[in-house]
């Protein structure tokens, strides 16, 4: 298995800003996935971030609006962008370990509100 | 495409009762299968997975067989206590190195003493 933090845990902030979420892994992972849990809803894909090269966007996500970085092995982050209500949600990050490529270990997650 | 589907919820039960959370599922090859737990204000915790046909997961006093007949990956637990209380999740991957996980929608368990 793998442990993984992120920061910020929670977070409320305006319409219009951005927030940077990160997800830190404690060992060097194969693959890192954003996932996007709405309230009473269930987990939907983001993307995934590839390390060295640009992420793979779900449809429905766009890289304005969710830039990804994934600069090395054990470390990604995720900015929502231009902030609205609608993006209130709690934001999680997933890795695939090398070893185990059919099994995701997730972080806490992080609870964002906008209002 | 892959899906899964899930019970609704929510599920209310009293200590020592008996458990099943129904989950089948439509994919393509043969997909690996797991249960995820989120306890409230928690992020997701792997609970159990099989990954082929007639295989058993089984953690903390649950269960699921992978039935490759019916396309079903039902969660049971013997006896619940109110520790268990939390949001499940179904879901599957396609066993290829990347491939996102495709969730059920959750079911809620409540469990009082």
């Known amino acids: 298995s793998a442990v993984i933090s992120q920061k910020p845990s929670r977070d409320i902030c305006q319409r219009g800003t951005s927030l940077t979420i990160q997800c830190q892994v404690d060992?060097?992972?194969?693959?890192m996935f954003w996932y996007r849990q709405q309230p009473g809803q269930s987990l939907t894909l983001i993307a995934t971030?590839?390390?060295?090269?640009?992420?793979?966007?779900e449809s429905g996500f766009v890289i304005d609006k969710f830039p990804i970085s994934r600069p090395n092995l054990t470390f990604s982050t995720l900015t929502v962008s231009n902030m609205s209500p609608e993006d209130s949600s709690i934001y999680l990050c997933?890795?695939?370990?090398?070893?185990?490529?059919?099994?995701?270990?997730f972080g806490p997650g992080t609870r964002l509100t906008v209002l | 495409g892959n899906s899964v589907t899930q019970m609704e919820g929510p599920v209310t039960l009293s200590e020592e009762a008996f458990l099943t959370i129904n989950c089948t599922y439509t994919?393509?090859?043969?997909?690996?299968l797991f249960w995820y737990v989120q306890y409230p204000g928690e992020g997701l915790q792997l609970l159990l997975k099989?990954?082929?046909?007639?295989d058993k997961g089984s953690n903390k006093g649950f269960e699921a067989t992978y039935r490759k007949e019916t396309t079903s990956f039902h969660l049971e637990k013997g006896s619940v206590q109110v520790s268990d209380s939390a949001v499940y999740f179904c879901?599957?991957?396609?066993?290829?190195?990347?491939?996102?996980?495709?969730f059920g929608k959750g079911t809620t368990l409540s469990v009082s003493s």
């Open positions: 879901a599957l991957t396609t066993n290829q190195a990347g491939t996102a996980l495709i």
């Open positions: 994919a393509t090859g043969y997909p690996s």
């Open positions: 099989a990954t082929k046909a007639d």
């Open positions: 060992s060097q992972v194969t693959m």
């Open positions: 971030a590839n390390q060295g090269s640009e992420a793979t966007y």
């Open positions: 997933s890795v695939e370990v090398a070893g185990s490529t059919d099994t995701q270990y």
